[in-house]
């Protein structure tokens, strides 16, 4: 899969852009705040209907301006797709794919297949257990859509059973019917999660051997309740504390992925290179792993990577990304220093952009 042209209009600071894209490597370069993450999060919130940093959709548009559109020209094999998305105040998004308005947006999930590296990737490691549960529904949802489902249906439920543990005489009976829902959904979830990280966590822990040089041992393991609990008993059980809490305790809803450096989380002791090679590893773990599940290549998004890493492992990336199984990468950097190591690995050709206060200019 590879993206040919986006238009964007009135998107975060860029007012107006037009842009034709290499199908292998689009390098953007300039200063911090210039624009250069905001055109790699409209690329992301064309193949996920929701941006890289969790901002509301409002708060994507221009300042001062009544909405913003971005269109995506994308072609893959003989296979070509225009993508619509359209954003006013105070309305329903728009998402279109060959001008036809999805009645869902979760059925345009899977069809763009891609991966993003960010600075805003340090919540994974610091953040709550919330943060890792995303990214890993982010990359099963992209390849199983009965995951998807599933998860959609679960978190409605769930939702549904939080308001009832609020009410102060609440019907009893309905904990029952909503239990059975959450149970039923539950459980495949937890499996398909067991199943993911059975085959994720190798090729993670390939890439940051690979990255590190072997200096380092890593580990990445799944957290739940249901590895000993019976969600349908634990939900009874558990019925009278959540009463008093108003919320439901357990549930895949509670799920964690440990984040190892040896045997103890990384946020504990990892120093800032360690956390940013912990990070890359897995992206292109997700990267891997979705090729392998996915016909279609996905396209790579790498903003700003190479900053607290040493040389050596700066290295190592590009020696990395610039393998063949590699696609349409695009790259963001405030300045050249690194764009001629990159190029120079390069078998096919290449676009350079300089990005000025929301303007991107191909040179």
Do not use: W
């Not at 624009?35 to 690329?43: M, V």
């Not at 895949?252 to 590893?281: E, P, V």
């Not at 190479?306 to 990304?321: C, G, H, S, T, Y």
């Not at 695009?330 to 206060?357: A, M, P």
Request: glycine share 6%; charged share 30%.
């Amino acid at each position: 899969m590879i993206i040919e042209r986006i238009s964007i209009l009135n998107f975060k600071n860029i007012e107006e852009a037009d842009l034709s894209f290499s199908p292998k490597m689009n390098y953007f370069f300039g200063n911090n705040g210039m624009g250069k993450t905001n055109l790699l999060d409209a690329l992301f919130y064309l193949s996920f209907t929701k941006n890289h940093t969790n901002l509301l959709d409002f708060q994507l548009i221009k300042h001062e301006e009544e909405f913003c559109v971005l269109q995506g020209y994308y072609r893959n094999n003989e296979t070509k797709d225009e993508v619509y998305c359209g954003i006013r105040h105070k309305q329903r998004k728009i998402f279109k794919r060959n001008k036809k308005e999805y009645d869902r947006l979760s059925e345009h999930i899977g069809l763009i297949p891609m991966v993003m590296v960010s600075p805003a990737d340090t919540e994974l490691i610091q953040g709550g257990s919330v943060e890792r549960r995303k990214f890993a529904d982010m990359i099963i949802s992209q390849y199983d859509k009965e995951y998807l489902r599933l998860l959609i249906h679960y978190n409605k439920v769930l939702q549904q059973r939080n308001s009832l543990l609020k009410e102060r005489t609440p019907d009893y009976s309905l904990f029952e019917i909503l239990d059975e829902q959450l149970t039923s959904s539950g459980e495949i979830i937890h499996q398909k999660r067991k199943e993911f990280i059975v085959g994720f966590r190798p090729i993670f822990q390939k890439y940051y051997q690979a990255i590190s040089d072997g200096c380092e041992s890593v580990d990445l393991q799944y957290d739940s309740h249901l590895d000993t609990l019976s969600l349908s008993m634990a939900l009874k059980e558990k019925l009278d504390n959540d009463k008093i809490l108003g919320y439901t305790s357990v549930g895949i809803h509670k799920d964690d992925f440990l984040f190892l450096l040896g045997n103890h989380l990384i946020r504990k002791i990892g120093s800032q290179g360690q956390n940013k090679t912990y990070l890359i590893a897995l992206k292109l773990a997700q990267f891997q792993f979705l090729l392998q599940k996915n016909t279609s290549v996905p396209i790579l998004l790498l903003d700003d990577i190479f900053d607290k890493l040493d040389a050596n492992r700066v290295e190592r990336i590009i020696q990395l990304v610039t393998q063949e199984e590699f696609g349409q990468i695009f790259v963001t950097d405030t300045n050249r220093k690194y764009l001629d190591e990159i190029l120079s690995g390069l078998k096919h050709d290449y676009k350079l952009f300089r990005v000025e206060e929301g303007k991107i200019k191909e040179l």
